[in-house]
């Protein structure tokens, strides 16, 4: 008789907002347990236990100075598409049911994540922030990847 998975895997990735000269593109990297820099990787196994995917927070930490948060509504505050080599085009308005944004907390700093991870694919996703001063509908972007590895809970 097969196991089934466990919850969801918890992962906290730390998001630190380095250069905004382009404001509509801001440059940046992450740190976490799934990876460092700009791809994360999403192993559903960890330490023996197979998980049914993941929970994401990404922490936002501006170091530029400029006062940025993640836009307040979760599906605008990230958008994400499969793809089949990192060297795509970031998504421009959309949203792909294996990552998805769920929830806007913390004042705005932190983004919650749902990564289903059931199916083996990259995938390229944009954070989207607001900022002091801000005006209308215009949000900054950070477009890293990421990398579902393994697609071992339930279809």
């Avoid at 593109?25 to 700009?38: W, Y």
């Avoid at 922490?59 to 948060?69: C, F, K, R, V």
């Avoid at 994540?113 to 209308?136: D, I, Y």
């Amino acid at each position: 008789m097969t196991k089934p998975p466990a919850c969801p895997r918890m992962v906290d990735v730390e998001v630190h907002l380095t250069d905004d000269t382009d404001k509509k593109n801001v440059q940046g990297n992450m740190t976490s347990p799934v990876g460092n820099g700009q791809i994360l990787t999403f192993d559903n196994e960890h330490k023996g236990v197979c998980h049914d995917g993941f929970i994401i927070n990404f922490n936002l930490t501006d170091e530029t100075g400029t006062g940025y948060l993640f836009a307040p509504a979760a599906p605008d505050a990230m958008w994400a598409k499969p793809v089949e080599h990192f060297g795509e085009s970031c998504p421009d308005e959309q949203h792909w049911n294996q990552f998805r944004a769920i929830e806007v907390c913390n004042g705005g700093n932190t983004l919650r994540v749902r990564n289903l991870n059931r199916k083996k694919r990259k995938f390229k996703f944009a954070l989207r922030f607001t900022w002091s001063g801000q005006h209308g509908q215009d949000y900054a972007m950070y477009d890293p990847g990421g990398d579902n590895n393994n697609g071992t809970s339930r279809d």
